[in-house]
């Protein structure tokens, strides 16, 4: 379920994603938190669950309004913040507004 962008980032992308996420960690550090209207203007991930592919915690959803992904089956970069009941995750990409979760299923599990 991960869909790859036809073009990979650039260099000058990856440093402003970099620069963006540090600038975004030192604002939750100081206690901000994203607003509603903050979050309306996020992509939005639905129907979404934890993965643990090894080291990074990631999450996985059906996402609408990806700049690059458009929406479909997506899974996030590593997650750097979650806030469930605001509604919200920051990746190591970028954020998310979070729709509804993904119901768990009895006897269906993930190994690592």
């Given at each position: 379920?991960?869909?790859?962008?036809?073009a990979p980032y650039t260099a000058d992308e990856i440093a402003a994603r970099g620069a963006s996420l540090k600038e975004d960690?030192?604002?939750i550090a100081t206690g901000w938190r994203p607003t509603?209207?903050?979050i309306a203007d996020m992509p939005a991930l639905h129907v979404w669950f934890k993965v643990v592919d090894g080291a990074h915690?990631?999450?996985?959803?059906y996402c609408f309004g990806h700049r690059r992904l458009g929406r479909g089956a997506v899974c996030t970069a590593p997650?750097?913040?979650?806030?469930?009941d605001l509604g919200t995750v920051r990746t190591e990409?970028?954020?998310?507004?979070?729709?509804?979760?993904a119901?768990?299923?009895t006897g269906v599990g993930f190994r690592p």
């Open positions: 379920m991960n869909r790859v962008s036809d960690m030192e604002r509603k209207d903050d915690k990631l999450l996985s959803g997650v750097v913040w979650l806030d469930e990409g970028r954020w998310y507004g979070l729709g509804e979760r119901e768990p299923k």
